[in-house]
């Protein structure tokens, strides 16, 4: 495995990020700790998940499986960087979700109850709230720091201008701000290249995008077809849309001699802005086939071939101005 720093602090993180919002809808306990355990040995220190991840199973059973898995011992979670989020809300009433100082606090107490930690390296805000001040939140975390509960912060799911509003709010407290940024990007999906990536590097913040194969378009889904792999809803729309680029795309990879997951994962990690990709395994299989994107160099003209078939997005304003 390889690893990186996140952002400007100084904590290294395996270049891949084992997401686990599978655990629990889709893949049973058992299994789920099954992953955790491959992820470690092979190098993978780097986990995330949420507070309300579990979906029909209840929100919050994401990370009571993973605190299930750290009681295991065996130096679970000491080997393990763990970054949870906060925002949705768990519960019906007014003060169960968002950013308030209130939901902060209950909100993080709640998830190392579940997680069974006595504290989590990164809290990432899952939105943003437009109806909380960032002197409030930063107070929180600052408290929630002081308290040992939290190391680092980070965003998610933020426009630039938000990410700017914090930090610099963060600066006037003195206080050290967002670590890094999570957001949905991928070839096909580059619009975070014309604000996001510009802020970020503007403030040294890691980026950890989630979704890199794009709900599945990106990992071979013409050869899911093929294998007479019946394409429902979404995937069956998404496929009718761009099925000219993923037959392009497709091809490329058969003539590297690389699968198509690989490659969406190998392109990301070339990219200097990116700390780790979040992927989620629904099984064992599907973690060791992305592992082999840590050691995957793509070459310059697969690159441009690359950015021909998915066209990149120019920084604002050249993005629409002159």
């Known amino acids: 495995m390889k690893y990186t720093q996140l952002g400007r602090s100084g904590l290294s993180v395996s270049r891949i990020c084992l997401g686990t919002m599978n655990f629990g809808p889709v893949t049973p306990e058992a299994d789920a700790h099954h992953i955790m355990d491959v992820a470690l040995e092979n190098g993978i220190n780097f986990f995330d998940t949420a507070n309300d991840y579990g979906r029909h199973t209840g929100k919050g059973k994401t990370e009571e499986i993973i605190g ?56 990432q805000f899952h939105h943003i709230d437009r109806n909380t001040p960032w002197d409030e939140i930063w107070q929180a975390m ?29 600066h006037r407290r003195q206080s050290p701000g967002l670590v890094c940024d999570q957001s949905f990007y991928n070839l096909f999906t580059r619009d975070i290249e014309q604000e996001i990536i510009p802020v970020l590097k503007h403030y040294g913040m890691g980026l950890i995008p989630w979704s890199p194969l794009n709900q599945g378009l990106l990992g071979g889904i013409l050869r899911k ?74 070459e310059p003209e697969t690159l441009n071939e690359l950015d021909w078939i998915f066209p990149p997005r120019k920084e604002a304003p050249e993005a629409f101005a002159w």
């Not at 007479?228 to 993923?246: K, S, V, W």
């Open 68 to 123: 299930d898995w750290f009681q295991k011992g065996g130096g679970r979670r000491e080997k393990t960087v763990l970054a949870t989020k906060l925002y949705a809300p768990i519960g019906d009433w007014p003060n169960d979700g968002k950013l308030s100082a209130l939901n902060i606090r209950n909100s993080l107490d709640a998830s190392l109850r579940r997680l069974k930690t006595d504290h989590v390296d990164l809290i």
């Open 142 to 170: 600052d408290v929630a720091v002081r308290q040992g509960k939290v190391i680092y912060s980070g965003s998610s799911n933020f426009a630039a201008w938000h990410i700017a509003v914090a930090q610099e709010a963060a």
């Open 225 to 298: 077809e093929q294998g007479h792999r019946r394409l429902e809803g979404r995937a069956a729309a998404a496929l009718a849309t761009h099925r000219g680029q993923i037959e392009q795309y497709e091809a490329l990879a058969d003539k590297i001699g690389h699968h198509p997951a690989e490659i969406a994962l190998a392109w990301l990690l070339s990219r200097p802005i990116v700390t780790a990709p979040i992927v989620g395994p629904r099984t064992v299989e599907q973690l060791t086939s992305a592992l082999k994107a840590v050691d995957l160099t793509l």
